[in-house]
């Protein structure tokens, strides 16, 4: 089921339609990822890209579309799919450590009323040391930083042991030292024939981390290799204004591709 | 001996009582449904009355069968309404409990026309009547309470998992509406199994108090239920020996109040979270703050005068702290350690010790 | 009808139209619940003053349950500031606590006074018109209507003075703090008038009458209109219909009136559920069934023109080619083909498909936007 055929795409997404109300959020993408591809996602604000992820696993429903997971619908597909979601969708102040929200990775793989066992410990124990986090590993979550959790997230996607991992903007807000070990992390899974498909909001680091890009604005404006997509031209038919940082120097212009950023107002999120 | 006998019967009742709506009470106290027990215990009501008036049979286990299909039918209508309209969850909840407590109260009024319904007075299911409660009561409370509870341990990880992250659960294929389902069930077993005791008006407090003082003392998810199952119990059987000791006090008030104090102690002393602790933490950096400004501040001193033997009033040691009081005391707690030296009365002076640690502090400072 | 029946209508009328303004803003500010929180705690005020002045037709227990009702607003903001708690979890604490107290000092010293625990929760709008008003003598009807009407213009008032201050601090309380108006402020002059309110209600239609009365009709007036002066009007004209309704269905059916008047509330509730234009549930269900063959066909035209004047053109523009294409059952493309056609976006020839001008359009439409 994982070795890699020429040609094979991990995924496969046909005219995905995600509607709330009557406005469409996310028009008729379509999307083929070859297999071992570090998938960028980027657009403004509303442009669709959480609902993209969230339709894609089944999480929100889809007005029209498929997904196709290495050939087969999504559903019978499962255990090759880990999920990275937003901090923000969780209550920090539950009473949990880190090692058993890392644990819950492992729940798919237990099904029904199985407990997870020392089996499930270990690899939680790993997953957190390819992350940074063992030391951590009897804290309260309510303890950590905001990369911290970012990392513990990180590393219960890990132990899910996928193919294919989807991650929902895991740099955002995060410290140095965190942002580094996502990108080694980010890394090494693509040496590891993964693919990953990512939620990124800065675009100055797209070329950097990432192979393909999918410029995404409600429909799919431009999608592949980061070298032939990634250009002024797709950039300002996805983003609306003239986004400065490209046509010249790097540093320090994040300010001005901000403001291009906020300048095209799109749909609000669905976000449900 | 029979009193005693009651007595340990309504005891064991409220213990139960107190164990299966603790324990499940955490769910929801974690979700931020507290007031899903408010609105469930309500919503039972016309329930109640309805068993009755179809069955016309007064056993607990068919009233309690009409309390728990009603606080179904009222989740999942909250529920619907939450999810396809723009109501929020709180309006849905005070609307549910609202209506379905009136129409209740209607049904009743229809109950109390009959002849011999004399019995089903309103305020045994407004306050509940744990002295009432007999053997039979009990077994079926335990009975449903300790099924309640068994589901409950063994869909374990599936419950946490809805509890801390749904979507996450939803994306590793777990039907997460149903286990929603299936805990809202539970709760409204566990408020049926309660509402005889305490009755409609207090059986909210039994799902959120034990709950809520457990939380203060511990991080982990089971403890907090097994100590939220121990508080309410305690609750419980605290409540009944209290009321029963002759002051003329309601059962179903004391036990709430028993649990509302339970709550207020381990707000106020819990290690780590409590606020007795956190004062006390405020204090310990406060002083910690302080001893290093005072010695700080001799060694400014120090290091401005020729002589730096000499010993400086404690006067101008408190002009320096102005604002933050305490520095005698801070000056003996250095005395204390070492760091400094008294060479006549009111006039401090940095020992060599004081001078080396003062001299850590402003290097570390300017780094 | 008797005049008494005019009157008793008169009175739940009153009361609805008063517990209707303050409970929008609840309901709207998300704070629901707190109505359930304060007719409860108001118990204990009444007791508080009554043992003070020992006459239950003192004004000094409207006073001290109005107080009671402040200080339950307080307690749970203070449960709130330890970050201890949730907000939930407060008011699920405060509440009961204090009407655990209220209870105990009834049964325990108040035993032999009227003051009925049944009454408290349930009113008992029956008898309101035997107590009158009767200033210099004068009989000039019932004191609840007299009470109630007071709340009544106290509550339009307050709105009508305050409406900016309200409605900012409800959508934007980030903005009416910058601005200057006091949301906290704001906040608690609302949770006195509910106070207010559900001690003036307690007497004739108890306490979880005035939750059903302050929530539902708000609530159904929610999913009928945008507006906020709508909603407040539409919550009183609905909070009248369920208090008159309620009134004879309680007349027919020999019931409590105040059971019978929440019973209408959630049955008007119901009824703005599954048929309000756009927001009810019937809509919401046509409106997915709509939308689905309305992207279907959206997406055939534009697979169209994607492929018009190319050289798979005459492969991709088949019928059956379209199942294949598009991943659509064959059922579902002769169906979208047939609306289609209808519509005149398509044009059919010899078991192939080709856009009219209007399909054009709207496949260029549906591109260009996003």
Not at chain 3, 28 to 50: E, K, N, P, Q, W
Not at chain 3, 277 to 301: D, H, I, K, S
């Amino acid at each position: 089921m994982t070795e890699s055929m020429d040609g094979r795409h991990a995924i496969e997404v046909a005219d995905l339609t995600v509607a709330y109300e009557d406005k469409p959020v996310l028009w008729d993408v379509d999307l083929a990822v070859p297999e071992g591809t570090l998938l960028a996602i980027v657009g403004p604000n509303g442009a669709g890209k959480t609902t993209l992820i969230k339709a894609i696993l089944g999480l929100i429903e889809a007005a029209a579309g498929q997904v196709l997971i290495y050939g087969k619908p999504y559903p019978e597909q499962r255990r090759l799919v880990g999920y990275v979601p937003q901090r923000g969708s969780v209550d920090w102040d539950f009473p949990t450590s880190v090692l058993d929200v890392v644990m819950m990775g492992r729940y798919g793989h237990l099904g029904w009323l199985r407990r997870p066992g020392r089996r499930e410990a270990e690899l939680a124990m790993e997953a957190l040391e390819k992350v940074g986090m063992a030391d951590f590993a009897g804290r309260q979550i309510s303890q950590l930083s905001g990369g911290q959790q970012q990392r513990v997230f990180l590393a219960r996607a890990l132990v899910q042991d996928a193919d294919i991992y989807f991650m929902d903007e895991p740099f955002q807000g995060v410290d140095a030292t965190t942002e580094r070990a996502i990108v080694t992390l980010l890394k090494e899974l693509g040496a590891a024939n993964k693919t990953v498909v990512v939620v990124h909001h800065d675009l100055q680091s797209v070329p950097d981390y990432f192979d393909w890009v999918l410029l995404l604005n409600v429909r799919s404006i431009a999608a592949g290799p980061v070298e032939q997509v990634f250009t002024a031209e797709n950039l300002r038919r996805t983003y609306g204004g003239r986004v400065a940082f490209l046509d010249g120097d790097r540093g320090g212009a994040n300010g001005d591709s901000q403001a291009a950023l906020d300048e095209r107002q799109a749909l609000p999120e669905a976000g449900r | 001996m029979t009193i005693d006998f009651t007595l340990r019967t309504v005891a064991l009742g409220t213990a139960v009582l107190g164990i299966v709506s603790g324990a499940l009470g955490s769910f929801a106290v974690l979700r931020r449904q507290s007031l899903l027990g408010d609105a469930m215990s309500h919503a039972a009501l016309p329930g109640i009355v309805l068993a009755f008036l179809l069955t016309r049979s007064r056993t607990p286990i068919v009233l309690l069968i009409g309390a728990i299909l009603a606080g179904w039918v009222a989740a999942l209508l909250m529920g619907a309404v939450v999810r396809y309209t723009r109501i929020k969850q709180d309006s849905a909840l005070g609307l549910v409990l609202s209506v379905f407590f009136g129409f209740g109260l209607m049904l009743l009024t229809f109950v109390q026309r009959i002849p011999d319904a004399g019995q089903a007075g309103l305020n045994r299911y407004l306050f509940g009547q744990a002295a009432t409660l007999l053997e039979q009561d009990i077994v079926t409370m335990a009975v449903l309470g300790g099924i309640a509870l068994a589901l409950m341990v063994l869909f374990w990880k599936e419950l946490k998992l809805l509890s801390f992250d749904a979507s996450f659960g939803a994306s590793l294929g777990f039907p997460m509406r149903a286990l929603d389902t299936l805990l809202i069930t539970l709760i409204v077993v566990a408020i049926g199994v309660g509402l005889q005791a305490v009755g409609v008006v207090l059986m909210s407090a039994m799902i959120v108090a034990p709950a809520a003082a457990a939380r203060q003392w511990t991080n982990r998810l089971g403890v907090m239920v097994a100590l939220a199952a121990l508080f309410g119990a305690v609750s419980g059987v605290g409540g009944v020996l209290i009321s029963s000791s002759g002051g003329g006090f309601a059962t179903g008030p004391t036990i709430v109040l028993v649990a509302s104090g339970l709550v207020f102690l381990s707000l106020l002393l819990a290690p780590n979270r409590g606020l007795l602790a956190r004062w006390l933490q405020r204090q310990r950096s406060r002083r910690r703050l302080r001893v290093t400004a005072v010695l700080s501040d001799l060694y400014t001193l120090a290091q401005q005068h020729d002589d730096p033997e000499h010993a400086h009033d404690i006067a101008v040691l408190r002009t320096m702290s102005a604002g933050s009081g305490g520095v005698g005391h801070t000056l003996e707690t250095l005395a204390e350690r070492g760091l400094v030296r008294q060479s006549r009365p009111g006039h401090w002076t940095l020992t060599q010790a004081g001078r080396i640690e003062a001299e850590r502090i402003a290097r570390g400072e300017e780094e | 009808m008797t005049f008494d029946q005019v009157e008793i209508q008169l009175i739940a009328a009153v009361a609805a139209a008063a517990c209707a303004l303050p409970g929008a803003f609840l309901v709207l500010r998300r704070m629901a619940m707190m109505s359930d929180a304060i007719s409860h705690t108001v118990l204990l005020g009444i007791v508080v003053a009554f043992f003070i002045v020992e006459d239950l037709n003192s004004p000094l227990l409207i006073t001290g349950a109005t107080l009671t009702g402040v200080l339950t607003v307080s307690l749970v903001e203070l449960l709130n500031r330890t970050h201890l708690v949730r907000e939930d979890a407060a008011i699920g604490l405060v509440f009961p606590a204090l009407f655990s107290i209220a209870v105990i000092l009834i049964s325990r010293y108040a035993g032999d006074v009227h003051l009925d625990t049944d009454a408290v929760l349930l009113g008992e709008l029956a008898l309101a018109p035997f107590e009158r008003f009767r200033p210099f003598g004068v009989d000039i009807g019932p004191v609840s209507l007299y009470v109630m009407g007071g709340i009544l213009l106290l509550n339009l008032l307050f709105i009508a003075v305050f409406y900016k201050e309200l409605k900012l601090s409800t959508f934007d309380a980030g903005l009416a703090a910058a601005l200057g108006f006091s949301p906290g402020l704001i906040h608690y002059a609302l949770m006195t008038l509910v106070s207010v309110t559900a001690v003036g209600a307690f007497d004739t239609v108890g306490s979880i009458l005035v939750v059903a009365l302050m929530i539902a009709p708000p609530v159904s007036a929610y999913l009928l209109t945008d507006s906020l002066p709508r909603l407040l009007g539409l919550s009183v004209l609905i909070g009248v219909a369920s208090a008159i309704a309620g009134y004879w269905l309680a007349h027919f059916l020999d019931a409590s009136i105040s059971g019978a008047m929440a019973t209408t509330a959630g049955l008007i509730f119901l009824v703005v559920l599954l048929f309000a234009p756009e927001r009810g549930l019937v809509a919401l269900a046509r409106r997915r069934t709509r939308q689905r063959w309305e992207f279907a066909q959206a997406a055939l035209a534009i697979h169209l023109y994607n492929h018009e004047d190319s050289p798979e053109a005459v492969l991709e523009n088949r019928v059956d080619h379209l199942s294949h294409h598009l991943r659509w059952t064959p059922e579902f493309a002769v169906r979208v083909v047939q609306m289609a056609e209808q519509r005149g976006l398509i044009r059919r020839k010899n078991g192939h498909l080709a856009l009219t001008d209007a399909g054009r359009r709207t496949a260029q439409t549906m591109l260009a936007a996003t």
